[in-house]
């Protein structure tokens, strides 16, 4: 591409039109670049807070299930987390 200069930025330099040209598009990608990026973060910290509520949400049925097998054995019965012996999911 041949290069003309076009109007002089101060005494004795002249922005070359494929140099403006490149700086220009140089920039733009930039920008676009940023922007991508921007919100490619903001959706990473959207899923993480989601997979946070959905791990409270799950440990909820499993804290429940926890106390109820303690209670069970604390009383001697079975339960089917127990392996082996009477009345386990083992012996099935």
């Known amino acids: 591409m041949p290069t003309r200069p076009i109007a002089p930025v101060d005494s004795g330099s002249a922005i070359l039109v494929r ?3 490149s700086a220009q598009g140089r920039d733009e990608a930039q920008d ?13 910290e959207r899923a993480a807070a ?9 440990r ?3 804290r429940r299930t926890q106390v109820k097998v303690e209670a069970l054995a604390a009383v001697g019965g ?11 999911c083992a012996g099935r």
Do not use: M
């Open 60 to 62: 909820r049925p499993l």
């Open 78 to 88: 079975k339960t089917p987390l127990r392996v082996g012996g009477e009345g386990g």
């Open 19 to 21: 140099d403006w040209i």
């Open 50 to 58: 989601d997979a946070e509520k959905l791990l409270s949400i799950a």
């Open 32 to 44: 676009h670049h940023a922007a991508d990026h921007r919100d490619l973060v903001e959706l990473a």
